[in-house]
């Protein structure tokens, strides 16, 4: 007899992520490149295998081939198991039809016959689009010892930001009175984290029903967790004290970048306790010039740095020349930065080269604003991108022939 798994953990990995643009052109949003050595989906899979959890099922959609091959056998998490393990889950054709997953709620109903081969106790529902460290096994037990159908993960959020996340109004027991989905006036700042536990049996009866409503938008924010509170059902907020950033726009994505950096970092992914794993290229060791310089930065293994490098995250396998300079930036893997040229306050994507003498962006202390440029782009020698550009390939040929040379 194979024995049941307590909790089976579902990753929401599908995620367009529009609003970081470039970056997302050819990427789910979960494979996007993070801290110079990491993809955002190995925050959720390592909390994972961390906290005690070794089944996780991965529910992709938007552009899945490069996420399917990151992840591939689930090897660097320790999820190549024989009986659970990891497992990629896409939309597939049922006996009656085949269907895109049409919400969060949709995309786990579609895959309930995955959970039910393990017959878990817990269900553990996951976003794949956040940065944190946390340690599920702890909420898992909170949820057993309340007795709850349902407990929510939550955050505190500054007052001025709570309108953008679902809001939970609470007892002094933690359980959960009112719930609202990104409210013009939130009547708290106790955010939800998108990170749910539920009971399996009470999960899939309120799955299949939200399935059968045909005015509902199948998704556990807007639909199944209002219609839990809506019967009385057990609602428990978890509070989760530590460091989380959702990385959904590239100034998030920036920030959460910068937080590695300093002696204290708001995020310590140098800590052993609590290892976040990844599948990283082998890179030979960085090597570092006698004209270089370097302040306050994180460089991967595999970079040649000749310049200057200040306050910046820069990724394997990046060259940055002599008297190239690059401050405030995050580079990911495999761009060249030629002599002279200078990047500030920018995100660049893998496989760009910037020309000799070539300006990307401007100083953050001159009122510079983001810059993104996207993959596999070659910016001519001497060229200026400006500021708060989305830097694609038409762009900066346009720049080239309107002879938009840097002063």
Same mark, same amino acid.
């Given at each position: 007899?194979?024995?049941?798994?307590e909790?089976?953990a579902m990753l929401?990995?599908?995620?367009q992520?529009s609003r970081?643009h470039?970056? =997302?052109?050819r990427?789910a949003?979960?494979?996007?490149p993070?801290g110079?050595?990491?993809?955002?989906i /190995?925050?959720?899979?390592?909390?994972?295998?961390?906290?005690?959890i070794?089944? *996780?099922?991965?529910? =992709?959609?938007y552009?899945?081939?490069?996420?399917?091959?990151?992840?591939?056998?689930?090897?660097?998490?320790?999820?190549?198991?024989a009986?659970?393990?990891v497992?990629?889950?896409p939309?597939y054709?049922?006996?009656?039809?085949? %269907?895109?997953?049409k919400?969060?709620a949709?995309?786990?109903?579609?895959?309930?016959m995955f959970?039910?081969?393990?017959?878990?106790?817990?269900v553990? !529902?996951l976003?794949g689009d956040? +940065?944190?460290?946390m340690?599920?096994?702890?909420?898992?037990?909170?949820?057993r010892r309340?007795?709850?159908d349902?407990?929510?993960a939550?955050?505190?959020?500054?007052?001025?930001?709570? #309108?953008?996340?679902g +809001?939970m #109004?609470t007892r002094? %027991?933690?359980?959960?009175?009112?719930f609202?989905?990104?409210p013009?006036?939130?009547?708290?700042?106790m955010?939800?984290?998108?990170?749910? &536990?539920?009971?399996? @049996?009470?999960?899939?009866?309120?799955?299949?029903?939200?399935e059968k409503? @045909?005015k509902?938008?199948?998704d556990? $924010?807007?639909?199944?967790i209002?219609a839990?509170?809506?019967a009385?059902e057990?609602?428990?907020a978890?509070?989760?004290d530590?460091y989380?950033?959702d990385?959904?726009?590239?100034s998030?994505?920036? @920030?959460a970048?910068m937080?590695?950096?300093?002696?204290r970092?708001?995020?310590?992914?140098?800590?052993?306790r609590w290892?976040?794993?990844s599948r990283?290229?082998?890179?030979?060791p960085?090597? &570092?010039?006698?004209s270089? !310089?370097?302040c306050?930065?994180?460089?991967?293994?595999?970079?040649?740095?000749?310049?200057? !490098?200040?306050?910046?995250?820069? #990724?394997?396998?990046v060259t940055?020349?002599?008297?190239a300079? &690059?401050? /405030?930036?995050?580079?990911f893997d495999?761009?060249?930065?030629c002599?002279?040229?200078?990047v500030?306050?920018?995100?660049i994507?893998?496989? =760009?080269?910037?020309?000799?003498g070539?300006?990307?962006?401007r100083?953050m202390? @001159?009122?510079?604003?983001?810059?993104? *440029?996207?993959s596999? +782009?070659?910016?001519?020698a $001497?060229?200026? &991108?400006?500021?708060?550009?989305?830097?694609?390939? %038409?762009? *900066?040929r346009?720049?080239?022939?309107e002879?938009?040379?840097a002063?």
């Amino acid at each position: 007899m194979i024995k049941k798994k307590e909790c089976v953990a579902m990753l929401l990995a599908g995620g367009q992520g529009s609003r970081l643009h470039l970056l =997302t052109e050819r990427l789910a949003k979960p494979a996007v490149p993070f801290g110079g050595k990491y993809r955002i989906i /190995d925050f959720p899979i390592s909390n994972c295998i961390n906290s005690g959890i070794d089944t *996780v099922g991965v529910l =992709t959609q938007y552009q899945p081939l490069a996420l399917n091959e990151y992840i591939g056998n689930g090897q660097p998490w320790d999820l190549d198991r024989a009986y659970g393990g990891v497992m990629m889950l896409p939309p597939y054709q049922a006996q009656k039809r085949a %269907d895109w997953y049409k919400g969060t709620a949709n995309a786990i109903y579609q895959n309930m016959m995955f959970i039910e081969k393990y017959d878990p106790e817990f269900v553990l !529902v996951l976003s794949g689009d956040h +940065i944190y460290k946390m340690d599920y096994s702890k909420m898992i037990e909170a949820h057993r010892r309340t007795g709850a159908d349902c407990t929510i993960a939550v955050i505190d959020v500054p007052e001025s930001e709570a #309108s953008r996340f679902g +809001i939970m #109004s609470t007892r002094d %027991d933690m359980s959960i009175y009112d719930f609202e989905e990104k409210p013009a006036h939130p009547k708290s700042t106790m955010a939800s984290m998108g990170v749910y &536990v539920f009971g399996k @049996e009470k999960l899939f009866r309120y799955l299949e029903a939200d399935e059968k409503d @045909e005015k509902s938008h199948k998704d556990f $924010g807007k639909n199944v967790i209002p219609a839990m509170l809506a019967a009385g059902e057990r609602m428990f907020a978890y509070r989760f004290d530590g460091y989380w950033k959702d990385v959904g726009t590239v100034s998030s994505l920036w @920030e959460a970048n910068m937080d590695l950096l300093g002696e204290r970092p708001k995020l310590d992914l140098r800590d052993s306790r609590w290892r976040i794993y990844s599948r990283s290229n082998a890179y030979p060791p960085h090597y &570092v010039g006698n004209s270089a !310089v370097i302040c306050n930065s994180q460089i991967t293994e595999g970079c040649e740095i000749y310049g200057t !490098v200040i306050n910046s995250v820069i #990724s394997g396998g990046v060259t940055v020349a002599r008297d190239a300079v &690059v401050r /405030d930036s995050v580079i990911f893997d495999g761009v060249d930065i030629c002599a002279g040229a200078t990047v500030d306050y920018s995100i660049i994507d893998s496989g =760009t080269s910037v020309g000799a003498g070539a300006v990307v962006g401007r100083r953050m202390d @001159e009122g510079g604003r983001l810059t993104l *440029v996207g993959s596999g +782009i070659d910016i001519p020698a $001497g060229i200026r &991108v400006p500021d708060g550009a989305l830097a694609s390939a %038409d762009f *900066v040929r346009s720049l080239n022939s309107e002879g938009g040379r840097a002063r």
